[in-house]
Each structure stands twice: as structure tokens, then as C-alpha cells.
């Protein structure tokens, strides 16, 4: 018996009036739309057993019944099976499909002489001994209960079909010739262990039964869990093997290695030609063998992030065993699998059974194809790119899983982000993950996401940790990121230890979710690896915290003078640099830091403060600056009216803090702050300190205490409210330079004989004062009196009293006093440059007893090239007569 299938008509003829038909002709038309029908069935609907058909036996008494449930099937040649039963006193060959099931309780030898099908023979032989469910009536019926084993053998439900040679003509007329063609069905008993043999031979079912085996083999897998605690991770090198000893006690990598390689084996008829699965078919052990190799006595390997790779792959794989186990599409069925048969199952049911296998014009067959290709090939460009040494920029990235709003799982730093990981990455067409290496303009945080719910953090490893920790702040406050920031460093290994014990639910996820908590861990300063919580940290206030505390406000000269910093700021909209690159942040470099002996920085400190800001806020953009990366520490601010860095502190509390100036020079001077005085390699470099002798303990809740009572708010020279104050004050500065009044002018003095006479023979008696000493030293005049906001004694004398508010001068003096809160001439800032390095406790004890004349700083001794604070800034030598001495000018002057 061949299939229908086996050859098919391409054609039929279309036929005209009054035409003779002959049998050929109409036997091609009905052949053709029988083809027709029968490819629209297993191209279009697919094959197997579409539903019902289930398999049961019932025992009544001794009486043994097999009973078969209604139900559809359609054969590998196109054939719709469904049960059918004799309808009583009708045509012979009509039947009925209304029933419900069909119930045998007798069986007899079946021999296949008719059809001859090709699965039950060779050589012309019928091989395969066949058993036949029947009705009782029939010749040679037996009662299934005297069936010898038949609970190992398994029912198929068999299409006999064949043709039967036409009758000789009747009496009246030959109604009967033609070939019949017959479709019986017969359901035949089969031994379990032949008709393993078949289905063996049967590809469609061997490819999908194989496939089910392996899959329902398959368990998820996850990484062993890695709890954090202060008794197991006391150094950087314990930590690292926590996450060592997880992924090699887990055996996640072998039972992966296992699993991957028993679906590429199974799979293949799904991935063939990709040459991207081929390869990790081929290098698949070598890839994982080259991330997960643990020297015995290896030194810090970032472990935290080979994990972090285990974690990712471990949950493709467990969305592929997902897809897998629900798939059952097939395209292009083989015609020869089941052309005239359908295994119904053993008399359990269960297995040797026949699923339905869609085609892909009615199932998801596509869809998963592609979903289980593209996690196959995530796992490939995974485990390609892989890699923990090209990120190096800070950054957040956001992440969460809604591909309706287009948002899916971001692309963490730790893969470089090749083409073939993105195509892969997600499975949701048509949507492109956020990678951590985005490109310039298309930062992922400008653009508001409510489905967000995590953030990859990336470019911190091996970071300088103060520097990281800044950065991470300003993203997160520029941003209005939902998470809190903790930092320890193991050089201070105790504060880590006590947060641990307070919060053990701290896990390595490469970054933080929302409203969760970062912590970002260092050793020297070196930032090696991070953990989160899945909740904010929020500081708990004691319930008896006092309101109030008793403060004490130092206030010293800044390191960097305002003249400086106002032209850096301005330098932004000047002409651009001829030399060097033009500077766009001011960089301020914090050496050491520390109250009541408690260190606040585990090393080096940068920060980065732009010049737009201080071109518009000035010092109070740098203060502001130091509060926020300081939040437990001293209030830093800045007093207009004095012109003074100003550092808040409580009352008796003692603190050293170092500050240089890098913006220009990596070889800036460094200047350091205590409650004593300001001093410069640790040489006093401000006169009249303040001090505070008693010591005592830091206290950070203080300290926050201060901050939220005393941190000055969107804070400038202003106070908010003197718009166009300035621009007026810096016109009146060069209209009364060009007045041509000799008692205002000139106003950016160069020469100490163009000094008012007031303030020229005031440092010149300062100078001969200590001329008459007889010990080395070098004078400067700086300050108000070299960048043209200087007020004379003669000035007042004249104008003081003046209401002319249209004279220049008066209008000067008022702005003045409106702005700085000044009222008397302008006092000198002499510079006083040692000689000698022995001289200085004589020159101190002199310049104390003139401070109340000029404000006097003590600088030097210059030694072989070392650059003085004197070096950068404007200034006017002074000597002993009203000579021409020369000013110098600030590098920074335009």
C-alpha cells in the first residue's frame, strides 16, 4: 500500500460543454483535490494526535474492557481520524461519529493481507505479530482477560486502506463497478517491545520523545547562596573566596556544562547552519573552564562578578528549559513517519504515544525557534565577551523587565557590548537593551522610565574609592535616583563588620535596586567590588538626641584667592587658552581628613566643581561642594562680609583637614585647616589661630546634626537678592579707572608709588620695620589693592559723607558697603617671605604685634624649585623707599 502522498497531481482538467468524460479524467480531478486537502492538513494543521484518544482499561468482574475516548488525529499522509461506529438499518458504508467512546472486550489475530502496510512487513512478509480488538460476535474472539501480558503491550490505531475490485453487473445495472476504495480502522494490540522498534524508526516521534526525555532530565539550576557576615569576610582575599567556594561547591558550572551540551544534542534540528551555536556546541567546556578557573592559592580575582556571570547564565538556561519543555511545533513533516497509523499509547496511557505536532501556520513554532535560538546564542556571546577591564567612566545604568514600555534587562559593564550580544540579549523583537557603553547624548537616565526598578553600576572597579563614591553621588543627586550610598574601606574594617551585623541580607548584584542601598567596597582606597540592599538604609536618630549644640566657627583665608577663582570662573567666557587645555572644572584635592582622630576619607579625595557654577555662585559652590560629599562631617561655608572660609564645628571638638588646589598645577601647594590655625607643611601659615585644646571623641549624629541645622542652602555672594549688583560694581571699578581723578586712579595698581599715600606709607613702615631687623626676608602687597576694589582713607575723608549718589565714587562706596558690609578703607595683605627657615618663630612673634594695622601671612623659605603660594597670585614687592617696584601679575589675569 503506498501513501497518497508518496506522488501527487500538480493539475486537474477544467471541462467544456457537451464533453465526453472519460474515468481518467475525472479520477485526476478528484486526486488532485484530494492531494489538496490532504497537504492543507499536515502543512497547514499539522499531524498526530490533535486530542482525545486517551487509552483506559476497566475490569468488571473477571470481564476486562479497553476503552478508546472520541477524539481527532491526522496522519503523516494527510488522513483525519476521528472514531466512528455502525449506524443500525443504514447503508452499510455510512457512519456515525456522535459517540463518545468506543469499549472492546475481546481481541483476535489481525493479518494484514490487504493493505499490506509497509510498517508490518518485509520481504512481502507480515514480521510483526498484530492483535485486533473486536467484538465478541466476531470469528475467533477471545476475552482480553486471557491476555497472556497485556499490560506491556501498547494499542495503535491503524488506517487499513486499500482498493477493492468492482462487481460484475447486475441484472438492472453496473451501479456497482468502479474500485472502491476502503479506510478501515482497526485497533491493533502491539508487543511494548516491537513497537519500540517502530516508534524507533518513526522520526518525527523519535526527535520529539528524545527531546521530552532530555528536557523533563533537565532541573533548574541556581548558584549556592553567598551569606556575608563579619566572621567570614574579614579581608578582601575572604570575600573573594566566598564567592570561589560557591560557584565550585555548587557544581553549578559541571551539571551546566551537562545540561547545555545535552540540549545542543537534542536541539539540533532547531539550530543547524548557525554557526554561533555551533561553536559553543564545540567550545562550550573551554569557554566556562577559561572564566572559572580557581588557582588554590590564587590572589584576589574579582569573584564577585565570575558569580555574577554563573547567576546570568544559569538564568538563560532556565528560561531555555522553560521554552523547551512546551515545545512541540514541527515544519515539514516526513510523509513516511505515521502515514496510516497513530500510536494511542500502552493501556496506561501514558507513554508510546503519538503528541500533536502543530504546524507553524497554527502554533507558536516560530516564535519559539527563535526564543530558544536567541538564549543559545546569549549563552555563546556571554560567555564571549565576558570581561572586567574595559570599563573605566563611571556610570548608572537603568534596568528592569516591561517591553511594552520598551524597557528589558540592561546589559550590565561587565559585557563588552558586541552586536551579537545585543541582537541576543533580549528576546522581545523590535526592543534594544541599555548597554552601560551607550554612546555620547543618549544617556539612559535622561529619559524618565517608571518600570526601572534597578541600576547596574559599571566603570568602579579599581577606581580610586573617594573619587568613585563622589561620582556615584553626583549621578545619583543630578538624576534623583531612589537608592542610598554606604562606602567602607577594609583599612577600617571595624565599620564594616558593625554595618554587617546590623543588615546580613547584603548581596552582590552589580548594582542596587530601586529605593535599595549601594555599598561600595575599597581596600587603600581601591575600589573592589559592591553589594546591595533590597532596602534603604535610613540613619536612626536617638530618641533623646539633644536639639541643640554648642558650636564654635573658625574662619581662615582660602587657598585659592578670590581674584583667582573669579577669573578661572570667567576664564569660561574669555578667549580660550593659547597654551594648555582650558580648565572646566575647578579640581580641589583633599589629602587627609579627620575629626577627633577619626580619619573621614580612606585616602586621597577629589573633587570636581564646575566653573559654571562658581561663576555664578563663587566660593559657596565649593562649600556646598564639600557638604554634600561630607554630609557627617564639619559645615563648611564662606562669610561675605569678612571674605573668610568659615568651618562649624561642635564646641570642643578637634579636626585636621588638607586641601591643594590642582586645577592648574599638579604641584599645587597643600594648606592645612585645624581648630589651631591654618598652616602649610605643617608650618603656621595663619597668624592669629584660633584654639581649642581639649580633645574629644568624633560623633557622626552630631554631625548630621549640624549639617541639617547649619549647611547653608542654594547659598551666593548675593544672598539671593543683589541681582545686577555685581555687574554694577565691577563697571563702577573700570569707570573709575578712566575717570582721571588722581584720588581714585589708577585702580589696578602696578607700582607701590602709585599707592594712596595713607596705605604707601603704612607698608613701607611695616617694611622698614622688619628691614631694620637685619635678617633675609621679601615683602608683597596683594589682594583688594591689585585687582581695583580698594577704598582709600583719603576716599572717605572726601566722599564718606557725600549724598551726591551721581557722582561715581559715592555710588562705589555705597555698592561697596551694600555688598561687602565695609565702611573703612581697605586694609593691606602683606606677604612675608622667609629667607630663612630660622627666622621664622622671630618673624611670627614680630608680625603678631601688626596685626591690627595690616593682615600679615608668613610664607617660604624658597628652596630649590618649590612654588610658594606668593608664586600664584598677583602682588607688588614692597621696599624701603616709595620707589617703582614692579607687580607681577596673576597667571590668571586676562
Known sequence: MASKLSSILTHYRQYQADQVLTHTQLNESIAFFEDQDRLTRIGLIGVGIVNGLAVSMRQEG????????????????????????????????????????????????????????????????????????????????????????????????????????????????????????????????????????????????????????????????????????????????????????????????????????????????LWEGDSDIQRLSQQLAARLSQHFSFPANAPFQYNQYRYRLLSDLLEVYRRLISELASFAGLEN??????????????????????????????????????????????????????????????????????????????????????????????????????????????????????????????????????NVFQAITNIQLQFGLDFTIYRFDYDQFGEFARFLRSHGSCRHRAGVPKSGTLILLSRGNEVIGDLALSYRVVEQQAVNAISHIKVAESRYPWISTLSYLNNLARSLRGTPRRVGVMPRFYRLIVREYSINGVSQIAGITELLVPLEEILVRRMHAITDALNRRFPAGLVFDFNEQLKRFSIVRAFDDQFRITFADTTLSLNAPAFTYTEEGMFRSDRQFRINAIRNEERRRYRES?????????????????????????????????????????????????????????VRTLVTGVFNRLNATGRPFQLFLTGDWLDGSWVSTEMITRYGSSRNTNDPIVRFLRIRETLHHKTQATKASLFLVLGREADREFFENLASTLTETVDMYIDGPRVGRRVLLIDTIARIQITGSTGTATAIANPLRR
Open 62 to 269: 473477571v470481564q476486562r474492557f479497553i476503552e478508546i475516548s472520541q477524539g481527532y488525529g491526522i496522519t503523516t499522509d494527510g488522513d483525519l481520524i476521528t472514531l466512528r461506529t455502525d449506524i443500525p438499518d443504514a447503508n452499510r458504508k455510512e457512519k456515525s461519529i456522535e459517540i463518545d467512546q468506543l469499549s472492546f472486550s475481546h481481541y483476535r489475530p489481525f493479518e494484514d493481507d490487504k493493505a499490506r502496510y509497509p510498517l508490518f512487513h518485509q520481504n512481502g512478509i507480515q514480521t510483526v505479530p498484530l492483535l485486533q480488538l473486536c467484538r465478541p460476535t466476531e470469528e475467533g474472539a477471545l476475552p482480553l482477560q486471557q491476555l497472556v501480558n497485556g499490560g506491556d503491550m501498547v494499542l495503535m490505531l491503524y488506517l487499513e486502506s486499500y482498493s477493492r475490485d468492482a462487481d460484475l453487473c447486475g441484472d438492472i445495472n453496473c451501479d456497482t463497478q468502479g474500485v472502491e476504495q476502503i479506510a478501515a480502522h482497526h485497533f491493533l494490540l502491539i508487543d511494548r517491545d516491537v513497537a519500540d522498534d517502530l516508534l524507533n524508526a518513526d522520526p518525527i516521534y523519535r526527535r520529539f520523545e528524545q527531546l521530552r526525555l532530555a528536557v523533563s532530565a533537565l532541573t533548574p539550576l541556581y548558584p549556592l547562596n553567598v551569606v556575608i557576615t563579619a566572621a567570614n569576610a574579614q579581608s578582601p582575599v575572604q570575600l573573594d573566596r566566598l564567592y570561589r567556594d560557591a560557584i565550585i561547591q555548587g557544581n553549578s558550572i559541571a551539571e551546566f556544562t551537562d545540561a547545555v551540551s545535552t540540549i545542543l544534542n537534542n536541539t539540533q534540528f
Open 333 to 466: 513533516p516526513s510523509i513516511r513517519a505515521f502515514p496510516k497509523h497513530l500510536f494511542l499509547g500502552d493501556l496506561a496511557g501514558t507513554n508510546f504515544r503519538h503528541g500533536f505536532y502543530p504546524s507553524p501556520a497554527i502554533s507558536d513554532f516560530r516564535e519559539k525557534k527563535h526564543r530558544i535560538n536567541s538564549y543559545l546564542r546569549k549563552i555563546c556571546f556571554m560567555l564571549d565577551t565576558f570581561s572586567l577591564t574595559h570599563a573605566n567612566e563611571v556610570r548608572l545604568v537603568p534596568s528592569g523587565e516591561h517591553p511594552a514600555s520598551g524597557l528589558v534587562p540592561s546589559i550590565p559593564f561587565y559585557y563588552q557590548s558586541t552586536i551579537g550580544l545585543r541582537e541576543n540579549w533580549s528576546t522581545t523583537p523590535g526592543v534594544d537593551a541599555i548597554r552601560y557603553s551607550y554612546n555620547l547624548g543618549e544617556n539612559p537616565l535622561l529619559i524618565e522610565n517608571e518600570h526601572a526598578d534597578f541600576y547596574f553600576l559599571g566603570g568602579h572597579l579599581r577606581g580610586n574609592a573617594e
Open 702 to 758: 552630631t554631625y548630621r546634626q549640624l549639617q541639617s541645622e547649619f549647611a547653608p542652602e542654594n547659598k551666593d555672594d548675593d544672598f539671593g537678592k543683589y541681582q545686577g549688583k555685581w555687574a554694577e560694581w565691577y563697571r563702577l571699578i573700570d569707570q573709575l579707572g578712566r575717570s582721571g581723578n588722581a584720588l581714585v586712579t589708577p585702580r589696578l595698581i602696578s607700582r607701590q608709588n602709585q599707592l594712596p599715600a595713607s
